[in-house]
């Protein structure tokens, strides 16, 4: 009974803990989600002429994979959606074109045992809250990574509610393809010498800034999904204590 | 995510492009398969933010693109139910959720009198959807000034001020900002995606000083030592301290 008793009161702490750090989240969430992406996806969205000359896509794409985790457990199903989704997307493609650069611990140890050949890079330990230079930095990992690839999938998990998260896959261009497209580009006035020098910034502003909010949405996901569970075993906890106390 | 899909009929002849916005938690996942006959093309996928809805925006409606459409997606989940585990949903995808936000630029429209603005940093948004006068760039390539009806532009920013007129000389906010691209879009509205961006007022002229003989003397002495990388980064800050350091005398 003294161990179901500490073990309530742990998970009710843990659930507190949670439930201010999802709050700190969810504001980071809300301000940083508009920055960058947007504005360069207009550039795709309304130039119609950049739009009818885009390469090709390729029959069987060379696939970077990007899982976002977290390093620490006893988050609900968060990282366990992410590492399924993953292995699902995997079938769907062909594995000998696949590559894996996972972000979190958990990721990493969940791919390592199926995806042995395809796991590349795994980085651990990004202290949270997430500051956008390290973002930057592993932009240029993935970037480089990526170069003989024909697309970048971020399989993230989006914030939908306090209760809910969604498993997303967003598709990114790799380097080589971003700026092929770009030279197409002929509704935004860019001129001559801007244009060679500032495409390969405006890549690294497209990479970063979706990869920036792919980190936001997983982290305020993993603080709700850490929130609900310790809120579940709190309740359970209570309930085999009462069932255990003699009347 | 928003993807930018582009069909081509079997025969060769290209279909107007179906553009799909992404929608907070509703965004598409993976592109569907080829269907043979038909050529997708995968442009740009983004997340979209928990403002914008999900864009689904077909240039001329072409009913051939939707069945494109609808069969490749029918085709890519069965390949996922297949593969994945029985609880899994399989994934949205955009045509699920249209939700039509861009407005349709209609050329005979009068410009509008004010430019929509907004100002982006990676951790604040110093304006959405502002409505201003003019904002003033300090582009790479030179300064430039935005004014309702302005040529869509893509420019990259140098250390400098940007200068936002709310009213045109008469409210006028000035921030420094450490460089970033602004994009000047046919709807007249205007973004700014910044690293790092304040206002002009927090700006320390003794601290801006400092800095800028700091990072001098770092450059004479990587310069000396030969070290490439240091030397850049001597010459970066050289330049950011400098461009801070005319902002904060200008202001004077």
């Known amino acids: 009974m003294k161990s179901v008793g500490s073990i309530g009161k742990i998970t009710k702490a843990m659930k507190m803990v949670s439930a201010s750090k999802m709050k700190g989240d969810l504001a980071r969430l809300f301000a940083g989600r508009d920055y960058g992406a947007n504005a360069v996806d207009m550039i795709f969205k309304s130039d119609q002429f950049l739009q009818r000359k885009l390469p090709a896509d390729v029959n069987d794409p060379a696939v970077v994979i990007v899982p976002i985790t977290s390093d620490k457990g006893l988050c609900g199903a968060t990282n366990s959606t992410i590492v399924r989704s993953v292995k699902s997307y995997v079938n769907t493609q062909n594995r000998s074109k696949c590559q894996i650069f996972s972000i979190g611990d958990k990721g990493s140890v969940g791919m390592i045992r199926p995806f042995p050949d395809l796991l590349k890079t795994s980085i651990s330990q990004v202290g949270t809250p997430y500051n956008y230079p390290t973002v930057m930095a592993m932009a240029v990992h993935i970037s480089n990574l990526s170069q003989d690839s024909d697309k970048i999938v971020v399989v993230f998990n989006e914030f939908k509610s306090a209760i809910s998260s969604v498993v997303r896959h967003m598709e990114l261009m790799p380097k080589k393809r971003f700026l092929e497209s770009m030279q197409f580009s002929k509704l935004y006035n860019q001129t001559l010498p801007d244009k060679n020098t500032s495409n390969p910034a405006l890549y690294e502003l497209y990479l970063t800034s979706n990869l920036w909010v792919a980190f936001l949405n997983n982290a305020a996901s993993e603080q709700s999904a850490r929130m609900n569970a310790m809120e579940n075993a709190s309740k359970n906890a209570k309930e085999i204590f009462e069932g255990l106390t003699m009347q | ?252």
Not at chain 2, 22 to 48: D, E, I, N
Request: net charge neutral; with cysteine; glycine share 8%.
């Open chain 2, 1 to 252: 995510t928003r993807a930018i899909r582009y069909y081509t009929h079997s025969r060769g002849v290209t279909h107007p492009p179906l553009l799909q916005d992404r929608l907070l938690g509703q965004r598409g996942t993976v592109p569907p398969l080829y269907k043979p006959g038909a050529m997708f093309r995968t442009g740009l996928s983004r997340v979209a933010g928990s403002g914008m809805g999900g864009l689904l925006r077909r240039f001329g409606g072409s009913a051939w693109a939707l069945e494109g459409e609808k069969s490749g997606i029918d085709s890519f989940i069965e390949k996922f139910r297949q593969s994945a585990p029985s609880v899994m949903e399989p994934p949205k995808f955009p045509t699920e959720f249209a939700k039509n936000k861009m407005k349709e630029l209609d050329p005979a429209a009068p410009t509008p009198s004010k430019i929509t603005f907004n100002f982006y940093l990676p951790h604040q948004v110093v304006h959405q959807a502002a409505e201003v006068d003019m904002v003033l760039l300090p582009a790479t390539t030179g300064d430039f000034g935005v004014m309702p009806g302005h040529v869509p532009v893509v420019a990259q920013l140098r250390p400098g001020v940007v200068s936002v007129h709310k009213e045109l000389d008469k409210e006028v906010e000035k921030f420094f900002v450490s460089s970033g691209f602004a994009f000047v879009h046919a709807d007249s509205s205007a973004d700014i995606c910044a690293v790092e961006a304040l206002p002009l007022d927090e700006l320390d002229p003794s601290a801006v000083s400092a800095g800028l003989a700091d990072y001098t003397a770092k450059l004479a002495a990587a310069q000396s030592k030969g070290d490439d990388y240091e030397t850049a980064a001597a010459q970066i800050g050289v330049d950011v301290f400098s461009a801070m350091n005319s902002a904060v005398n200008t202001k004077q």
